[in-house]
């Protein structure tokens, strides 16, 4: 069988990362063409490829050898982009969040629906082994009836972020805390309600901006259940991811803290070695998830989380943005309406 065409969207970052999940899944897929406003970025990610590169989707689309779309660009272009993927029949798999506003996300899902088009949507934690496993024990009843949810998200530094990033991210529970939002919903259920706090710890100038780098949100389940996830746009000691899913029959505890296996122990204290990283961090569940749609395509059959999944997790992180903002409790049923 020869291998799946991909088309990657997005030169940038998040871009790479895809590109180089799928040239690590070979001989199963390749990227066949890479899209970018830049020429030069699509020029230099197509020669690293041996791909051809285009600044507009559309040359990509017409291309027989294009069988699926990687979108990477930036949330506010994803609307845009996967609408026209689903107007050519060709499935895609859109990096978090789905779209910048909750319009947008329907929009999508209605051009999906129109098409009868296979999607994805890249929360890649639920692809990490220690997160999949998790999810497994909860399914099977051995942490007993789901009490505390906590999470944890922390960058290893901001400094490469741009304003102009900051202001089109949506803010940093939309960007940073959707990703445990997610996980809040995946493990315990749809939440009802939502508050949150934060300011401008790291960097004061966002406030300026009415933008955040720190922030706690508190989530309260239908099941009667609670939550909180706290968040941050930069720390000292690098890369920090952690979750806890807490039961009547047990907890479920997931964090990585070192690379490798040595610690030094000196006069000063035990020393070793940290991820500095999310791509670090996550190389195994970005790579898992890569393969997970690859199948999926292949196959013809459908792949979670898909638009509407990811609709909801959207929903919920905009609610808890919206709480932070205002500083009110949100419920979150009637924030932004249903599908």
């Not at 490798?260 to 996550?282: Q, V």
Request: charged fraction near 20%; include cysteine; proline fraction near 3%.
């Amino acid at each position: 069988m020869k291998p799946l065409g991909i088309a990657i969207v997005g030169a940038g970052r998040m871009g790479w990362i895809f590109a180089r999940a799928i040239a690590a899944l070979q001989p199963q897929a390749r990227v066949t063409w890479v899209v970018s406003r830049s020429q030069a970025s699509a020029e230099k990610m197509g020669l690293h490829f041996a791909c051809q590169f285009a600044t507009t989707l559309e040359d990509a689309l017409k291309d027989s050898a294009v069988d699926a779309v990687v979108i990477a660009a930036a949330t506010p272009a994803h609307a845009e982009l996967a609408i026209q993927c689903a107007k050519a029949k060709k499935p895609f798999f859109i990096e978090k969040p789905i779209a910048d506003t909750l319009e947008n996300g329907r929009k999508i899902i209605q051009a999906v629906k129109e098409n009868n088009v296979l999607n994805m949507v890249g929360f890649h934690r639920r692809f990490d082994p220690a997160y999949s496993q998790a999810k497994q024990q909860i399914e099977k009843g051995e942490l007993g009836k789901l009490e505390i949810f906590r999470s944890i998200s922390r960058d290893a530094d901001m400094g490469s972020s741009s304003l102009e990033f900051h202001l089109s991210s949506g803010g940093l529970i939309v960007d940073l805390g959707v990703h445990d939002m997610d996980l809040a919903r995946w493990y315990m259920g749809e939440v009802l309600e939502v508050q949150a706090l934060g300011g401008a710890l790291t960097d004061p100038s966002l406030t300026q901006h009415n933008l955040h780098d720190t922030a706690v949100a508190i989530l309260r389940f239908a099941s009667g259940a609670f939550g909180t996830i706290e968040m941050a746009r930069s720390t000292a000691y690098g890369h920090e991811v952690r979750s806890e899913i807490l039961g009547s029959k047990g907890k479920c505890s997931i964090e990585r803290d070192q690379r490798g296996d040595l610690k030094t122990y000196t006069s000063s204290g035990a020393h070793y070695d940290r991820p500095r990283g999310f791509e670090e961090r996550f190389a195994a569940a970005y790579q898992a998830e890569m393969s997970a749609f690859i199948q999926g395509v292949s196959s013809q059959q459908a792949m979670m989380p898909d638009a509407t999944d990811a609709w909801y997790s959207l929903r919920l992180a905009m609610a808890a943005q919206e709480a932070l903002s205002t500083g009110k409790t949100v419920q979150v049923n009637s924030y932004g309406g249903n599908l």
